[in-house]
Structure formats: structure tokens, C-alpha cells
């Protein structure tokens, strides 16, 4: 695949106003995809734009506007609002384009710009490729005329949509009437529109992460730290504690007891609920390389299939698009349920085990454990530069570490696509030998590395 200037495994993304995530950048990014769009035909366009709370949201949403308004594009603003709710609007007012400003659970000193097509899909490599074609042209070229200078209108209602959109998903002969409910939103996009929802629905709400100022965007709060949510739980005696993300395209949960629900088992508490009900369609659930050879067991011993893909919600979708599959994510919390949203919604999937919860009378903490995880063991190590994972070293001790697992579990050694990281896992029967081998790789990738 031809390399990328600018775009990542998940659109542009780094530290703000520190290259690529400037305002520079950001105002060459709507100028290369304005351009595609007008190139197309002669009618008006319309990009619509959405955020979380980082303070940088401010220098980047401006320069995405000039960009896309000097070409003749027309925006519509939603202010904070959830990636997936982005996505949805994307589609449900027939605009061009989409873009979320967002560096989704990274914390608030990095942002990111992540870009929906008309069908509120991701765009694919070969479009990125086609808008970064554009971007380091001169900034004098390919300019509207002035009476064709696009306009801008803040759509202040955005939130509201989103909100019914989602409770929508909710089965309507359902209530969360008797449940507690803590929902940390992470100081992040979701902060207003979560525990509105819920509380909509019937629940007792308690709101944890909805005071961002800025710079506490998943500080000590959020799903990459449930800690919040399950001291919030313990205090208030909740049902169940839900944990967002940033931008709330992934979560979290936890039982009664505080006790952590990672993604794959949620997937499976879905999975399992779906296939009964007769609504889980492709006969499986879609994954990436990095979830539990436990969720495989699982899904195998009730006939179901776990297709695996390389990491990243967007080649889960490609892959669920394919397959004609309905349900699919990752370990981290992104889950997506194609019957309703394009893209992961940590909300909505909340709901759907919210709705297993009521439909069987059961507590969080009976279906929380669907399976035995197999033991794996993950460790990042950080690199400043070269290519560790070409190493001979590197490249003979993971060959001798899948030799040691003899088929009976797996190794994965990846560069992150948004750190600069190397994300080691190893998962096996046997918890001892795979704490070693993860150990023996780190090692020789930090030398490697140095």
C-alpha cells in the first residue's frame, strides 16, 4: 500500500499544534477534500463537524472551516457530540463528508480528525490517499469565487437527535425503571447526552466524568481508567457502571461488585443474547487479532464463528460489510452493531446489555463471566525511532516463543498505528509461560530499540 503522509490507522492524529495536528494541517485537510467534493459537480456540498472538549478543538474546528469554506463547501457544526453520532449525521442529513475532532482516549494534549463519507462509513485507504493527494498543494489554488464561498450554520439541536437516536435502540417494551446506573463519560464528548439517555429510559443516573474544562478529557476517568467508575458503583450501590471513552466509540463496563467487563465479553453477553433471539447475523461475530482465544472457544461451543481482522474498528467493519455480519469490535471496548450505527457506539452497546440485564432478571456480575478468558499477557514498549520489529534478535525470539506455545495459544507483535509503540501479547493455556515469553520479547525489542 502506498505510504501515507498524513493519515494513520484512524485519520490524522497527534499532539497539538505540533506537526501534523495544526491548524496549518487542519486548513489543508478541508481544502484537499473540498476539492474532491466540488470536483465531482457543480451543486452545493455540505461537510458537517463534530468534537469532544479538548481545549485544541478550538484551533482545530476554525481552520477545518476555512479550509472547507474557501472551496465553496457548506458546514453545519454540532459543537461536542460522540463520534458515532457524527457518523450517524453524516448520513441522516445527506451531507458529503463528516469529521469528528478527536484524539478519542488519548489524553487532551493530542487531537485527531477523523473523516465519515455520505454513507457515514469511515473513508477507505484509496480515499485518504485521494484527499492527501491534495493537501500540499498551494493554498492559493483551486479557491471559490466570492459569492461561492460556503456557509456555516451551528446546528444546535444535535444533541437532542442523538439522544433519540439512541434510545431508539432500546427495546420499547423495556424500561431501566429499578436499575442505578453510574456513567462515566470520561469529561469527553459524551458528558451531556449519555446520562440524558439513560435517565430518558427509566434509570436512577449516576453521572461520573461530565465536568470538562478543556484538559481533563479521560483524566483518571473514562474506560481507560474504570477505576472512577468502579469506586462510583461501590459508593452509590449501582446496578452496573458503564465507562466511555473521549469521543464514546468504545466502553467499558463493570458489575455490581466493581468488577471489570471488558469488550470481548461483552461481545459475547450480545452475541449470545442475538443468537437466541435469532437476530445475530453471518453466523459469527468479527474481531480483531487481539481478542481472547476464550471469546473463540465460546462463540465455536455455541456454533458460531470469530473472524479475525488486523487491529482497528474500521477493518472490523470491512470485514462485517463483507460478511454480512451485524456484530463485531475489539478487546478495548469498540463494539459495533451494524443494525445500528456504521461505526462503534459505546453507548448503544451499553444499552444492548442493559436490555439482556432486564430481559433475564439477571445481575451484571451473573452475566458478566460468559467465558474463561485465556491468559494473556500484554506490555508496550516505546521506541524514538528505527524498526525494532526488523531485528534478527527480535525477529528469532518471537519465532522460538511460538514454538515454546506449540499451537496452544498465540503471539502478536504489532507497531501501535497512533503511538509510537511496539504492543507485545502473547495468550496461552499455561499463565506462567506466557508472562516469560511476553518478558523475553520486550526485552530483546528494547535493545533493539535503544
Not at 490507522?9 to 474532491?36: F, S
Amino acid at each position: 500500500m502506498t505510504k501515507r503522509s498524513y493519515f494513520g490507522t484512524d485519520g490524522i492524529r497527534g499532539q497539538a499544534n505540533k506537526y501534523p495536528m495544526t491548524a496549518e494541517v487542519a486548513l489543508r485537510a478541508g481544502l484537499a477534500a473540498g476539492k474532491l467534493f466540488r470536483s465531482r459537480d457543480d451543486r452545493r456540498h455540505l461537510v458537517v463537524i463534530g468534537k469532544d472538549t479538548r481545549l485544541s478543538g478550538y484551533m482545530i474546528e476554525p481552520a477545518l472551516v476555512a479550509g472547507f469554506t474557501s472551496v465553496g463547501m457548506d458546514v453545519r457544526l454540532f459543537g461536542p457530540l460522540p463520534t458515532p453520532a457524527v457518523a450517524m449525521m453524516t448520513r441522516s442529513m445527506r451531507a458529503d463528508l463528516g469529521v469528528m475532532i478527536s484524539a478519542s482516549h488519548n489524553n487532551f494534549a493530542d487531537n485527531g480528525i477523523k473523516l465519515f463519507g455520505p454513507d457515514g462509513y469511515k473513508l477507505s485507504d484509496q480515499q485518504e490517499l485521494a484527499i492527501e493527494s491534495h493537501m500540499d498543494e498551494g493554498l492559493q489554488e483551486g479557491l471559490a469565487e466570492p459569492r461561492e464561498l460556503g456557509r456555516v450554520l451551528r446546528v444546535d439541536d444535535s444533541q437532542a437527535r442523538y439522544v433519540e437516536i439512541a434510545k431508539a435502540t432500546f427495546p420499547r417494551s423495556m424500561s431501566l425503571a429499578g436499575l442505578r446506573v453510574v456513567i462515566d463519560c470520561a469529561n469527553g464528548a459524551a458528558y451531556r447526552v449519555a446520562p440524558v439517555a439513560l435517565f430518558e429510559l427509566g434509570a436512577e443516573v449516576i453521572p461520573v466524568g461530565v465536568s470538562p474544562n478543556g484538559t481533563n478529557i479521560n483524566e483518571e476517568c473514562g474506560s481507560t481508567h474504570p477505576a472512577a467508575m468502579q469506586k462510583a458503583v461501590k459508593e452509590y450501590r449501582a446496578d452496573i457502571g458503564i465507562a466511555l471513552d473521549g469521543d464514546a466509540d468504545r466502553l467499558v463496563i463493570c458489575d455490581e461488585n466493581g468488577r471489570v467487563v471488558d469488550g470481548d465479553q461483552i461481545m459475547a453477553i450480545i452475541a449470545a443474547a442475538w443468537a437466541a433471539d435469532g437476530r445475530l447475523k453471518g453466523g459469527g461475530v468479527v474481531a480483531t487479532v487481539m481478542s481472547n482465544l476464550g471469546l473463540e472457544r465460546f462463540l465455536t461451543g455455541k456454533g458460531l464463528t470469530l473472524e479475525r481482522t488486523g487491529v482497528g474498528d474500521r477493518y472490523v467493519v470491512e470485514r462485517m460489510r463483507e460478511g454480512g455480519f451485524n456484530l463485531g469490535g475489539e478487546q478495548s471496548g469498540h463494539v459495533v452493531l451494524r443494525d445500528f450505527s456504521t461505526t462503534g457506539d459505546g453507548l448503544i452497546a451499553a444499552m444492548q446489555v442493559l436490555a439482556v440485564m432486564v430481559k433475564s432478571g439477571k445481575r451484571m456480575s451473573e452475566l458478566a463471566r460468559q467465558f474463561e478468558p485465556v491468559p494473556q499477557k500484554l506490555e508496550n514498549v516505546r521506541f524514538s525511532g528505527g524498526k525494532p520489529l526488523e531485528s534478527d534478535k527480535v525477529i528469532a525470539v518471537i519465532a522460538n516463543a511460538e514454538e515454546k506455545l506449540n499451537g496452544s495459544g498465540r503471539v502478536l507483535v504489532r507497531a501501535s498505528g497512533t503511538e509510537p509503540l511496539i504492543r507485545i501479547m502473547a495468550e496461552g493455556d499455561d499463565e506462567k509461560l506466557v508472562a516469560q515469553l511476553v518478558k523475553e520479547i520486550a526485552g530483546a525489542v528494547k535493545l533493539a530499540a535503544a
